[in-house]
Structure formats: structure tokens, C-alpha cells
């Protein structure tokens, strides 16, 4: 670990991830119900810090990366190394939302590290991001590192009257109750499902907010048939 790292590791993992087109998503010091698992020598997280990606940086990279022509799962194993490499080099201990399950509440910790809310698709919904973000790791430090203070924001959907994200499903997936998996699965998987293959979600994309961080085609793409091929995950 670089001096410069040691020095203050949250501006360090910042850093390092911006370079590989990845975002720090805020942090927080989690509690005995937070469900963080311990560090490998049985201590205990003392702070945790969210790394996640929104619109294209991410993409880019991991597109030009060697493991984005490996299979299965080219995205998480992309994802391991780089989230290894950045908790290497800031002296912290990387945790993934994939590899289950179980699962790690990574959306119940998305909402202890930032200021997100559960949308009516239970995607989480950013001020900015709109549903156009995702997690791709956390850093558990053994430290009690000083955080900046919380900003909260209010959900986007508090003020947003018609929800046309419950109306934009072709086969209504997606309702009050939550979500249909299987309808939605093998709605995309037939004949009629171009569209939401090719460019992704239809309710999702019909959300107003964050239109600007919406995935590229070729991403949307990648998602979906990651999505319908393991849709256990
Ligand atoms: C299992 C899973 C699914 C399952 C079941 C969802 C479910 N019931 O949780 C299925 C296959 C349905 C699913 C679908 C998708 N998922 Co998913 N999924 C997960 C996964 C791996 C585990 C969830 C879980 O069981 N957590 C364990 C419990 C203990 O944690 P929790 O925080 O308390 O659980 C929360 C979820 O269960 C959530 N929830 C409940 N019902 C649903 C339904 C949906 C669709 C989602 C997204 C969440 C959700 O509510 C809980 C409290 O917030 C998480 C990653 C993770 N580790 O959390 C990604 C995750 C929730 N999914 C994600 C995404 C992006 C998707 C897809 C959009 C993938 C895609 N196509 O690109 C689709 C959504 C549907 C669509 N049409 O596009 C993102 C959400 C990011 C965000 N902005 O909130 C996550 C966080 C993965 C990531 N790397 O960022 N997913």
C-alpha cells in the first residue's frame, strides 16, 4: 500500500476507481444488523464504502478488457479483479453482490452508504442515476475511517405522479405487488421480446430521470442476455 493511499484510502479508492470507470458510492460504519460479514482474520468491518457504476465509463472499460471475451460471467470476473486490485492497494477487504446465494444486502447497504430509494421496479432510483446505475463491490476497512457527511435527497419518485415505469412493461411485469421474474424472463426470451433484448428494460427506460445515464445499446444488450441466460441471478 502506497503512502499516498495510506494517507486518506477513501480519496485513494475514489481515485482508483474512477480510473477504471467506476464510481465510490459513499460509505458507512455498519452495525451489529447491517449483515457485513467479518474481515478473513475474524475482525470486524468498521467502515464500509459502496463501488458502483453509472451510464457508460464503465462499460468502456470493461468492454476493451481480456475478460470481457471469457465466459460465463465475463462482467464478475472483470468486476473481481478490479475491485481486488483497488482494496489491495487502499489496505481493505473486497466483497461482491454476485457469487450467491445467499446474496449480500448490497441495495440495503446502497441506502445506509447514499441518498437512494427503492423505485416501484424495486431497482433503487439515484437523484442523478435514475435507475441507471448498479453496484459492483464493497471495501471493508478494519478502520474507522471519517466519512463525509450524509446528503439526503429526496426519492425522485416522491413527486413523480404518473409512474409510468409500471405502465411501459409489454407483458406487466411489473406491478404494485413487485416483480414477475419468470413472466418477464420469458417474455424477453420469445420472438415478441426484441425490444427489451436489444434495448433493455422498457420499464426502466421509461423513467424521466438520469435519461443521460441511460446504458448504451451494446451494454443494455450485455445486461438483458446476462439476465435471461442465468436469471436465477
Ligand atoms: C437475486 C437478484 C435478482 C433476482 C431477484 C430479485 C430479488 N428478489 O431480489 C432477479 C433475477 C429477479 C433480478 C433481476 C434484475 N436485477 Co437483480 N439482483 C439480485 C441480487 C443478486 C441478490 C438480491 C438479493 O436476494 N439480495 C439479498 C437480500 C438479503 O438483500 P436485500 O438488499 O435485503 O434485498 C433487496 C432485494 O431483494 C430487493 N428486491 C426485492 N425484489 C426485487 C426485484 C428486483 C427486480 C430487484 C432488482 C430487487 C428486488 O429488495 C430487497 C431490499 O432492497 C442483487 C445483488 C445483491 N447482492 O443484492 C442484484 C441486484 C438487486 N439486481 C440488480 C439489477 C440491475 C437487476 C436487473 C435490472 C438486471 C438487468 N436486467 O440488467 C434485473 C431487473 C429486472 C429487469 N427487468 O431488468 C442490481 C440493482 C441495482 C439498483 N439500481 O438497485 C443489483 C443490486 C445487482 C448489482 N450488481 O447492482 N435480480
Same mark, same amino acid.
Given at each position: ?11 485513494? /479508492?475514489?481515485?482508483?476507481?474512477f ?10 460504519h ?15 468491518v ?38 481486488a ?14 457469487g ?19 423505485? !416501484? ?5 439515484? !437523484? ?14 478494519a ?12 426519492? !425522485? ?20 405487488q ?23 428494460c ?13 446504458y448504451?445499446?451494446?451494454? /443494455? ?13
Open positions: 500500500m502506497r503512502a499516498s493511499d495510506a494517507d486518506s484510502p477513501i480519496a485513494a /479508492a475514489a481515485a482508483r476507481a480510473a477504471q470507470g467506476l464510481l465510490l458510492r459513499g460509505g458507512f455498519p452495525g451489529p444488523g447491517d449483515g457485513v460479514p467479518s474481515l478473513p482474520d475474524g475482525g470486524r468498521a467502515t464500509l464504502l459502496m463501488l458502483g457504476n453509472a451510464g457508460p465509463a464503465m462499460w468502456a472499460r470493461f468492454a476493451a478488457s481480456a475478460e470481457s471475451r471469457a465466459t460465463p460471467s465475463p462482467l464478475d470476473l472483470w468486476t473481481r479483479r478490479v475491485v486490485e483497488i482494496a489491495d492497494a487502499v489496505g481493505a477487504y473486497p466483497l461482491f453482490p454476485f450467491g446465494p445467499p446474496y449480500l444486502p448490497f441495495q440495503r447497504w446502497a441506502q445506509r452508504a447514499e441518498s437512494v430509494h427503492v423505485s !416501484p421496479l424495486k431497482l433503487l432510483i439515484h !437523484p442523478e442515476f435514475g435507475l441507471w446505475h448498479a453496484y459492483r463491490g464493497a471495501l471493508g476497512f478502520e474507522r475511517l471519517a466519512l463525509p457527511p450524509a446528503a439526503p435527497r429526496e426519492s !425522485p419518485c416522491a413527486t413523480c405522479r404518473d409512474r409510468p415505469c409500471l405502465e411501459a412493461c409489454p407483458v406487466g411485469a411489473f406491478d404494485d413487485g416483480y414477475d421474474a419468470t413472466r418477464c424472463v420469458n417474455h424477453v426470451r420469445s420472438m415478441v421480446g426484441t425490444a427489451c433484448r436489444d434495448d433493455g422498457q420499464a426502466r427506460r421509461a423513467c424521466p430521470v438520469g435519461a443521460d445515464y441511460r448504451e445499446p451494446a451494454q /443494455a444488450r450485455f445486461h438483458m442476455h446476462a439476465f435471461i441466460s442465468n436469471p436465477a441471478r
